[in-house]
């Protein structure tokens, strides 16, 4: 299994940090059930209070700057297939596939790991509405901007292995989320003018995902989708953003 997303890499490496957000909000889920975003914290060795991955001193950008700085243009879907982007490799030649190792480093409850990486068991919660998952069956891996999403916003231009490695990144953790197929699904190749998560609690840690996935890959933005985002985030003033470019 890759250990990618466990230790410190020199590898750039994308943190969207959530330090508060909408701390009121209520939860498809029984109140005695951890947050998604506080789930994630605890299951990669972090406090409750940071976003998966966040430095314990917390800094970067806030919401509102981050998103000032993606490059604006228009999206161009002139020529996209999915097959464009290869995903699910297994890049470290563990037999798990990127698919798997995202399920091993965000599972709650980690699961028994068979032969070529086979998973039985386990916990997921999916942060996007707030669902405890059970079956690894029944989540999708979501890429935080969609493949088509970010063919549109600049990707079109990339070679093959940039967009291979776009597909399966590991390095920044929360580029790849695990969430039930339902929202994967209902998602699909949207950006936050036309879909955010169903959970409440889910909005703040969702733009902060989605901009710092954009900054890290150098992609943009059309008026609209720019327009959603500074929307949907006002009430997201304390909601920091750090990332590193891809290389």
Same mark, same amino acid.
Request: include cysteine; hydrophobic fraction near 40%.
């Given at each position: 299994?890759?250990?990618?997303?466990?230790?410190?890499? #020199?590898?750039?490496?994308?943190? #969207?940090?959530?330090? #508060?957000?909408?701390?009121?909000?209520?939860? *498809?889920?029984?109140?005695?059930?951890?947050?998604?975003?506080?789930?994630?914290?605890?299951? #990669?060795?972090?406090?409750?209070?940071?976003?998966?991955?966040?430095?314990? *001193?917390?800094?970067?950008?806030?919401?509102?700057?981050?998103?000032?700085?993606?490059?604006?243009? *228009?999206?161009?879907?002139?020529?996209?297939?999915?097959?464009?982007?290869?995903? $699910?490799?297994?890049?470290?030649?563990?037999?798990?596939?990127?698919?798997?190792?995202?399920?091993?480093?965000?599972?709650?409850?980690?699961?028994?790991?068979?032969?070529?990486?086979?998973?039985?068991?386990?916990? $997921?919660?999916?942060?996007? %509405?707030?669902?405890?998952?059970?079956?690894?069956?029944?989540?999708?891996? *979501?890429?935080?901007?969609?493949?088509?999403?970010?063919?549109?916003?600049?990707?079109?231009?990339?070679?093959?292995?940039?967009?291979?490695?776009?597909?399966? %990144?590991? %390095?920044?953790?929360?580029?790849?989320?695990?969430?039930?197929?339902?929202?994967?699904?209902?998602?699909?190749?949207?950006?936050?003018?036309?879909?955010?998560?169903?959970?409440?609690?889910?909005?703040?840690?969702?733009?902060?995902?989605?901009?710092?996935?954009?900054?890290?890959?150098?992609?943009?933005? %059309?008026?609209?989708?720019?327009?959603?985002?500074?929307?949907?985030?006002?009430?997201?003033?304390?909601?920091?953003?750090?990332?590193?470019?891809?290389?």
């Amino acid at each position: 299994m890759s250990v990618r997303r466990f230790l410190p890499i #020199a590898a750039a490496v994308l943190v #969207a940090s959530l330090t #508060a957000c909408n701390p009121s909000a209520a939860k *498809d889920e029984s109140d005695s059930k951890p947050s998604a975003a506080e789930s994630a914290s605890t299951s #990669a060795g972090a406090s409750p209070s940071a976003a998966q991955g966040a430095p314990a *001193d917390g800094g970067g950008l806030s919401l509102a700057e981050a998103i000032a700085k993606i490059p604006a243009a *228009d999206e161009v879907r002139d020529g996209y297939k999915r097959d464009s982007f290869k995903h $699910w490799i297994d890049e470290d030649h563990d037999s798990c596939s990127t698919r798997n190792e995202v399920l091993i480093a965000e599972a709650v409850k980690k699961p028994e790991q068979g032969a070529r990486c086979a998973l039985t068991g386990g916990e $997921w919660l999916s942060y996007y %509405d707030e669902v405890t998952v059970t079956d690894a069956k029944k989540l999708d891996i *979501d890429h935080m901007v969609p493949l088509a999403e970010a063919w549109d916003s600049g990707a079109s231009a990339w070679d093959a292995d940039r967009r291979m490695r776009y597909a399966n %990144d590991l %390095d920044a953790e929360r580029s790849l989320v695990a969430v039930t197929a339902k929202t994967n699904r209902s998602k699909a190749d949207k950006d936050p003018a036309e879909w955010m998560p169903p959970a409440k609690s889910a909005k703040c840690t969702y733009l902060a995902d989605w901009t710092a996935t954009k900054l890290r890959w150098k992609l943009t933005a %059309d008026d609209k989708e720019r327009a959603a985002l500074e929307e949907l985030s006002a009430d997201c003033s304390d909601t920091v953003v750090k990332y590193e470019v891809a290389p």
